[in-house]
């Protein structure tokens, strides 16, 4: 999972450890901000969480989850109703159906 943050960057030190937890940008170019997560501390990019349709609401996240610099889990809201409906994993392996709720401060 190679991304670029582009220099415009919001960099968030979420624990005061010195290195950057979170940076908020606009990775996928489409003019909104998104969230790229360094979750377990090891100084890269594991998560990134996408508002692809400019609605101010996660709508993709997508997630190496084992550090290979691969996507290994992707999760996304197809038909835009705020709840995550697609997963695929690394193996090509997709489940449907309700995977929770991204609506306000919901967690997933």
Same mark, same amino acid.
């Given at each position: 999972? @190679?991304?670029?943050?582009?220099?415009?960057?919001?960099?968030?030190?979420?624990n005061?450890?010195?290195?950057?937890? &979170?940076?908020? &940008?606009?990775?996928?170019?489409?003019?909104?901000?998104?969230?790229?997560? !360094?979750?377990?501390?090891?100084?890269?990019?594991?998560?990134?969480?996408?508002?692809?349709?400019?609605?101010?609401?996660?709508?993709?996240?997508?997630?190496? @989850?084992?550090?290979?610099?691969?996507?290994?889990?992707?999760?996304a809201?197809?038909?835009?109703?705020?709840?995550?409906?697609? &997963?695929?994993?690394?193996?090509?392996?997709? @489940?449907?159906?309700?995977?929770?709720?991204?609506?306000? @401060? !919901?967690?997933?």
């Amino acid at each position: 999972m @190679s991304t670029q943050i582009p220099a415009d960057a919001v960099l968030v030190d979420t624990n005061g450890d010195g290195l950057v937890d &979170a940076a908020l &940008a606009d990775i996928d170019g489409d003019g909104t901000t998104d969230a790229v997560l !360094d979750t377990d501390g090891d100084g890269s990019a594991d998560s990134i969480a996408y508002d692809t349709n400019a609605d101010g609401q996660i709508d993709l996240i997508e997630a190496d @989850s084992d550090g290979d610099g691969y996507t290994d889990i992707a999760v996304a809201d197809t038909d835009c109703d705020g709840t995550f409906d697609t &997963a695929v994993d690394d193996q090509g392996n997709v @489940s449907v159906g309700d995977f929770g709720s991204i609506d306000g @401060s !919901d967690a997933v």
